[in-house]
Structures are given as structure tokens and as C-alpha cells.
């Protein structure tokens, strides 16, 4: 079974700074897919950005960009100029390829609580 | 269009009550998610709909949850009698076809207080 695992309960940056979430997974497959969403306090949760493990350069959205590297099962997200309205907390997730067993359910970490100071 | 409509978005009910959570998925939809958050920790799979069928219901913890999806349309989560450790945050999620295009589109979620 796949496990994501996301070791800052908690993390803080500074308006307009970058900051780096962290996230390790650890699976025996070799295709599969990565996500990071955003759940903004009692709003319902957003995909912030997609990495397929088969493609090796790094997906970005904007101020969002990962660094996915695959030998190392880790899938860190970093946050570039950052805004108020990123405040939220930020869970990665795991989904196997269509072709294995495990079907379309997502695994997710534990999540990061992100605060933007003014 | 419309997103994953979930409700109640609170409920707080005393251990061994009946609660009915309700998903109403975006139209289209035929792939409908639950997912759970208990105590802060990480967001784990309860079952798949594939319109009316259970897709798979491999994460459901026990026979006091069932999940019907009737007519393939929204979908209701029964827990009964509620327990204690059932509190936590309940998740909907729906797709068109997850296996094409990766995408999720999730509700609120409804936060569940058993005392």
C-alpha cells in the first residue's frame, strides 16, 4: 500500500517570501501521479498542482512549482511570492496509474497548515 | 456550473444517534468519492461510486457506515450509531473520468462532533 507523508504540521512564511512544503511517499509502483491541494479555511478543497512520474521536468502553475524527484519518493511544493490569500492548509496526495490495481482513490498526507504573515 | 454541494456542513450528535451526510455531485459526474480527516490527521478513502455501483468500498471502518448512491445522482453517508472516534471531517469528491483527467473536484466537507 502507498503512504504520503508530510512532516511540517505547521509552517509560516512572510508576505511576499518563498516558502517549501515538504511531502515523501513511499510505493512500489512506478507510474503514478502526485498532487498538491489547498484547503482554505471552511472552503472546500483545490488542486493547486499536478506531476505525472513519468515526466521529469517539474510541473509549475504560476507561483507554484514542485520539485519531484523520484528516486528519492519526495514531492516538495514551493510557493513563490507569497500572498495572503495562500493561507490554508496544503495536503499532498498520491493516485496510482489507471492500470494498477488500486483504482482512482487518492492517499493523502497528513497536511501543512500554511500561514502568510503581513 | 454548479460544484460538489455537501450538507449539512456541521452536525454535532450524541454517541449512538443516527447522522445522514449528503453529497450532491456535480452534474455528469458518474465518479463519487467519501473521504474522511479524523483528529488532524491525514485524509483517508471510504468508497468510490461508479454511478449507482460501489466501485470499491475497500476503506469503509465497519457495518455502522453505509453509502448509497441511488439513481446515481447524490449520494447519502449513514453513520449508525455513531461512535466517538466517527468525529472528524467528511469529504465528497466527484469526477467525470478520473482515469483521464486526473481531476477531483471536492466539497467543503462536513464536520461531524460526536459527543
Known amino acids: 500500500a502507498q503512504t504520503v507523508t508530510q512532516s511540517q504540521p505547521e509552517m509560516s512564511v512572510q508576505e511576499a517570501e518563498t516558502v517549501t512544503l515538504s511531502c515523501t511517499y513511499d510505493?512500489?509502483?512506478?507510474?503514478?501521479?502526485l498532487f498538491w491541494y489547498k484547503q482554505p479555511p471552511s472552503r472546500q478543497m483545490i488542486l493547486v498542482i499536478r506531476?505525472?512520474?513519468?515526466?521529469?521536468q517539474n510541473a509549475t502553475e504560476n507561483r507554484f512549482s514542485v520539485n519531484f524527484q523520484k528516486a528519492a519518493k519526495s514531492f516538495s511544493l514551493k510557493i513563490s511570492d507569497s500572498q495572503l490569500g495562500d493561507a490554508a492548509m496544503y495536503f499532498c496526495a498520491y493516485r496510482s496509474d489507471p492500470w494498477e490495481t488500486s483504482g482512482s482513490r487518492l492517499t493523502f498526507g497528513e497536511g501543512t497548515q500554511l500561514t502568510v504573515n503581513p | 456550473e454548479a460544484g460538489v454541494t455537501q450538507f449539512p456542513s456541521h452536525s454535532v450528535i450524541e454517541k449512538g444517534q443516527t447522522v445522514t451526510l449528503r453529497c450532491d455531485p456535480i452534474?455528469?459526474?458518474?465518479?463519487l468519492y467519501w473521504y474522511r480527516r479524523v483528529m488532524g490527521k491525514e485524509i483517508k478513502f471510504l468508497l468510490h461510486f461508479v454511478k449507482e455501483s460501489k466501485q470499491d468500498e475497500s476503506g469503509m471502518p465497519n457495518n455502522r457506515f453505509l453509502a448509497e448512491r441511488t439513481g446515481g445522482t447524490y449520494s447519502t453517508l449513514k453513520v449508525q450509531p455513531a461512535e466517538l472516534e466517527d468525529s472528524g471531517v467528511y469529504f465528497c469528491a466527484s469526477s467525470q473520468d478520473p482515469d483521464r483527467d486526473y481531476g477531483y473536484t471536492f466539497g467543503s466537507g462536513t464536520r461531524l462532533t460526536v459527543v
Open positions: 510505493t512500489s509502483e512506478s507510474d503514478y501521479y
Open positions: 452534474s455528469g459526474h458518474d465518479n
Open positions: 506531476q505525472e512520474a513519468y515526466k521529469q
